[in-house]
C-alpha cells in the first residue's frame, strides 16, 4: 500500500494521528523537500529510507515505488498541507493505478485554514460570506478563463489563494477590479504554523508594498474578503430558540 499522507501546513503537531502512524511504520518515505519540515523524519523508524522528491521526476517518484511495493515495504509519500488540494497527486496515482498498486490517501491541514487560524479569523460570518473560494492567479499552470480572479472576486465571498505571492502585483490588480474598490482587507500569512511566520495585514490599497517591503516571494498564503475585518451578523448557533439547526423543543 502507498499512502500519500497530508503533513499539514509547518507545524509538525499539525499532522493527523493516522498520519504520524504511518510514518512510524514506514519503510520508504518520499517528501515534498523544503516544503516539508525534515521533522516529520524523525518519528520514523531506523532504517526507513528518505528520498526528497524536489530533485525527483514524476517517472523516477513512481520507479521508487513500484520497486518498493514489489519488496513488500511500506510507502508514504508525504506532501504539504493537505494533498488534494494543489498536491499534485492525480497524476502519481493513475500511473500507480495503471500499475496495479494499491493507494490510500490521507487527508491533512491545509495552510489555507492555517493561515485563517493565524489571524485569528473565521471564513464564514453571517451576512458576510458563507462561501470560501480556493483558488490561484495563473503562471506556469494554466487557469480556466471563467476561474479568472477578476470574476472570483466579483462574488465577494471569502478568498484564500495559492501559489500567487510572487505575482502579488498582477493578484491585487485583478482583485481590485473585480471587487470594484481597492479598501477591502488583505491578509498575507507566510510559512504559517512555522516558527519563522509572519503575518502582514492591509488592504488592496497598500498590501503590495507591505509585502514587497517584507521581500516574500513564496511560501505564502493570501487572504482576501471581508470576513478578516468588519461587522457581521451573530451566528444562530446560540440563538435560544435554536440547537445545533433544530428548534427548542423538536426532537
Known amino acids: 500500500m502507498i499512502s500519500f499522507v497530508g503533513a499539514g501546513p509547518g507545524d509538525v503537531d499539525l499532522i493527523t494521528i493516522k498520519g504520524r502512524r504511518l510514518l512510524e511504520k514506514a519503510d520508504m518515505v518520499i517528501y515534498a523537500g523544503s516544503l516539508v519540515s525534515e521533522r516529520h523524519l524523525e518519528f520514523c523508524k531506523e532504517g526507513c529510507q528518505f528520498h526528497n522528491s524536489a530533485k525527483m521526476t ?3 517518484v513512481i520507479e ?5 511495493h514489489k519488496r513488500g515495504l511500506q510507502v508514504v ?6 494533498p488534494t488540494i494543489y498536491g499534485a497527486i492525480r497524476e502519481q496515482m493513475d500511473l500507480l493505478e495503471q500499475k496495479g498498486i494499491d493507494f490510500q490517501v490521507i487527508p491533512g491541514v491545509s495552510s489555507f485554514t492555517a493561515a485563517c487560524s493565524a489571524i ?19 503562471g506556469r499552470t494554466g487557469v480556466p478563463e471563467e476561474e479568472d480572479l477578476e470574476k472570483l472576486a466579483a462574488h465577494r465571498a471569502s478568498m484564500a489563494l ?9 493578484v491585487v490588480e485583478k482583485l481590485k477590479r473585480g471587487y470594484g474598490c481597492e479598501d477591502v482587507p488583505v491578509a498575507v500569512v507566510y510559512k504559517a504554523s512555522w516558527e519563522d511566520e509572519k503575518i502582514i495585514m492591509g488592504t488592496l490599497k497598500d ?3 507591505k509585502v514587497e517591503k517584507e521581500g516574500i516571494t513564496k511560501m505564502a498564503q493570501i ?8 461587522d ?3 451566528s444562530k448557533l446560540y440563538d435560544p430558540q435554536f440547537s445545533h439547526g433544530y428548534r427548542s423543543g423538536n426532537r
Not at 521508487?64 to 518498493?68: F, P, R, S, V
Not at 509519500?77 to 493537505?82: A, E, F, K
Open 58 to 60: 514524476l517517472e523516477e
Open 64 to 68: 521508487k515505488m513500484e520497486d518498493a
Open 77 to 82: 509519500r508525504l506532501h504539504t498541507g493537505d
Open 120 to 138: 485569528n479569523r473565521e471564513f464564514t460570518l453571517p451576512e458576510v460570506s458563507q462561501t470560501v473560494i480556493l483558488t490561484r492567479i495563473e
Open 162 to 170: 495559492f501559489l500567487s505571492i510572487k505575482e502579488i502585483d498582477r
Open 207 to 209: 498590501i503590495r508594498q
Open 223 to 230: 487572504l482576501v474578503g471581508d470576513f478578516i475585518g468588519g
Open 232 to 234: 457581521y451578523e451573530r
